[in-house]
């Protein structure tokens, strides 16, 4: 069974569209995150959630907009897409145990925007 | 703040050398240090982690690493290359008990036949 899971797997857009990612996690964590991953291989965090409250909110544009509708899922929405936000997003889930947040991660999204 | 360094974004080795991947990191408070790898066209997997206790920690596939708070370094380590160890290696370091983890700017590792 796959622990974190994202659809679509490959995104391609024009500038100026919307588009949504989906993310599940079957873990049962209690605390998901988006993080994008540009082509340099560099891992930027833009968000996560901890049971459905947004605790993180990085330097991201407002055109990105995250949604967790329960603790399993957490999407994140794009308006307005721009050349640069051509990357690969990723999708982690983690739980808390002595302290340490583990992070699982799904198999990422390639959003190209044309 | 915290923040890891990863020297060398490329590292190339022989199949049965040693692998050796670099990282050391910046933190305020006693760290909880990680590694992990990501295989062509696949997300990260932790490979080991360091929170408390023995300062040598042994992961997956015959990877560990040291935790040298003096040196501020978590270096990876694995005796002998196999083919399949090629990937993107990627470094962390979070708070205890942070939800959030700061990724160092991962380091490729070439292995070569």
């Known amino acids: 069974d796959t622990a974190v899971s994202q659809t679509p797997k490959y995104l391609v857009t024009q500038m100026g569209n919307d588009k949504s990612i989906k993310c599940e996690q079957n873990l049962g964590h209690d605390t998901m995150y988006w993080y994008k991953q540009d082509s340099k291989k560099f891992l930027k965090i833009m968000f996560s959630y901890n049971n459905k409250e947004l605790i993180i909110n990085e330097t991201v544009p407002n055109r990105f907009s995250p949604k967790s509708p329960d603790k399993a899922h957490l999407n994140l929405h794009i308006n307005s897409l721009e050349l640069g936000d051509s990357a690969v997003y990723f999708c982690?889930?983690?739980?808390?145990?002595?302290?340490?947040?583990?992070?699982?991660f799904g198999p990422g999204t390639r959003l190209t925007v044309t | 703040a915290q923040s890891v360094t990863q020297l060398g974004s490329h590292v190339s080795v022989s199949e049965g050398a040693l692998v050796l991947l670099r990282c050391n990191y910046s933190?305020?408070?006693?760290?909880?240090l990680f590694w992990y790898v990501q295989y062509p066209n696949q997300g990260l997997q932790l490979l080991l982690k360091?929170?408390?206790?023995?300062?040598l920690v042994k992961g997956i596939n015959g990877f560990e690493a040291e935790f040298k708070k003096s040196e501020t370094s978590f270096h990876l380590t694995k005796p002998s290359a196999h083919m399949s160890d090629a990937a993107e290696y990627f470094c962390?370091?979070?708070?205890?008990?942070?939800?959030?983890?700061?990724f160092g700017a991962g380091t490729r590792l070439f292995v070569k036949a």
């Open positions: 982690a889930s983690s739980q808390e145990r002595g302290g340490v947040y583990e992070q699982y």
């Open positions: 933190s305020s408070v006693p760290p909880y």
């Open positions: 360091y929170t408390t206790g023995a300062t």
């Open positions: 962390a370091v979070s708070e205890p008990g942070g939800f959030k983890t700061i």
